[in-house]
């Protein structure tokens, strides 16, 4: 199937790029045919997180379940604005693709690890943050070939923004005040 096989070499791709192997590219593919792929493995996990969540109160409806996956989506934003500003601010050469795709599914292994581990117990959320931290700060390193700082200050970025735009959002929708 090849849904598992892209699943693994995007694994062994992520393994690469933590152990700053060279090679890891090739796991990845990096064309447009690959964001597809990555993109739809995203909202097929996108999707069973949400039906993990919703366990005990019931699947949401129609557009319940596609106000929650656009909320998902919010993390791939956060993906791809972490990555343009970046790249503006240290004038990098660096194609998107390369440091999107394997983001994407750096955010796939986000939403497994942090749906697990929230349902064993909500307070281990941040650790998994902090995995993603390392994980982007790795991406940064291999992918956008940026010195630790600038890796740093990118996947610092990306996870305030993953953090802060669904609670922007939220505040927004719900201004201080109002009758709710």
Do not use: C, H
Request: aromatic share 10%; charged share 10%; proline share 5%.
């Amino acid at each position: 199937m090849k849904l598992w096989a892209a699943l693994r070499d995007a694994w062994l791709g992520w393994v690469d790029i933590v152990r700053q192997r060279p090679g890891w590219q090739e796991r990845f593919g990096l064309s447009f045919g690959a964001l597809a792929k990555a993109l739809v493995i995203f909202f097929l996990f996108a999707f069973l997180a949400i039906a993990m969540g919703s366990v005990q109160g019931g699947m949401p409806s129609l557009p319940g379940l596609i106000a929650n996956l656009l909320v998902q989506s919010l993390g791939l934003v956060a993906l791809l604005i972490g990555i343009v500003v970046t790249k503006l601010a240290v004038k990098s050469q660096v194609p998107l693709l390369r440091v999107l795709i394997p983001g994407i599914y750096g955010m796939v292994f986000y939403l497994v690890a942090g749906s697990v581990l929230a349902a064993i117990s909500i307070e281990t959320v941040p650790i998994v943050l902090l995995g993603l931290v390392f994980l982007l700060y790795s991406l940064g390193r291999a992918a956008g070939t940026w010195s630790i700082g600038v890796a740093l200050a990118f996947a610092v970025l990306t996870v305030v923004l993953l953090v802060g735009m669904p609670l922007t959002l939220y505040m927004l929708n719900n201004p201080a005040g109002s009758p709710i």
